[in-house]
């Protein structure tokens, strides 16, 4: 069954730096999400990209925050300065059905802001 | 904007026995309303999950309802085992050009 892969499984980043959580949605969705759960709490959404650009973003996405679809099959996550409360997992996900609708997600990337 | 309310947060039965998990929305313009489940380690995977102008959706041991009145939906899982053990996730979404929100979880723990 296809599925979203994401890499690292696990990043750990010092205060300060950038990161970028890749992932690799499945082959035929058109719309692409990133969301983040803080340890115990909601699953909270990030931000949604069809046809290139951003279609919906929260206000957690804030301008450290940018999102981009490299090339034909990835899709990454790029924070700029990492803070501590960036700590979280942070999953990716993808559709075929228009925004919102039967999302399948990826394992997650769990971010450690030290 | 939409605010999902779950309940409970944690859920503990008997195998066998049933699990039934509420949920609250706040915008009535929601009409879209699946449920995740979170097993540990691995992201949300739908299991199932209902739109706004049906009242009722069964999967198996598992089913849906949906009050557009009251605004609440609920899930249904019968015959529960072992493996049904996971955190449980609503969440509720306008379809078009809106975010999904989710509701906090409920930890389900079935009991050999």
């Known amino acids: 069954e296809p599925e979203v892969t994401q890499t690292p499984s696990h990043q750990v980043t010092q205060m300060g730096q950038e990161v970028i959580l890749r992932c690799v949605p499945i082959?035929?969705?058109?719309?692409f999400y990133w969301y983040r759960q803080i340890l115990g709490q909601k699953v909270e959404f990030l931000v949604s990209?069809?046809?290139?650009?951003?279609?919906?973003k929260s206000e957690i996405f804030d301008d450290q925050f940018s999102v981009e679809r490299p090339d034909g099959s990835n899709f990454t996550l790029k924070i700029r300065s990492t803070k501590l409360e960036d700590s979280a997992m942070y999953f990716c996900?993808?559709?075929?059905?228009?925004?919102?609708?039967?999302?399948?997600f990826g394992s997650g990337t769990q971010l450690s802001v030290l | 904007g939409e605010n999902v309310e779950q309940h409970p947060s944690t859920l503990s039965v008997q195998e066998g026995d049933s699990a039934v998990i509420k949920c609250t929305y706040s915008?009535?313009?929601?009409?879209?309303f699946p449920w995740y489940k979170q097993e540990l380690g691995k992201g949300p995977q739908l299991i199932i999950d209902?739109?706004?102008?049906?009242g009722e959706k069964k999967d198996q041991r598992i089913a849906v309802t949906l009050n557009k009145t009251a605004k609440h939906f609920s899930l249904h899982i019968t015959e529960t085992q072992p493996e049904d053990s996971a955190v449980y996730f609503c969440?509720?979404?306008?379809?078009?050009?809106?975010?999904?929100?989710f509701g906090a979880g409920t930890r389900l723990t079935v009991k050999p």
């Open positions: 996900a993808s559709s075929d059905r228009g925004l919102n609708e039967k999302l399948f």
């Open positions: 082959s035929n969705h058109l719309y």
């Open positions: 990209f069809y046809n290139n650009e951003i279609s919906e």
């Open positions: 915008d009535s313009a929601s009409n879209y």
């Open positions: 209902i739109r706004s102008n049906v």
């Open positions: 969440a509720a979404s306008i379809t078009v050009g809106n975010d999904m929100r």
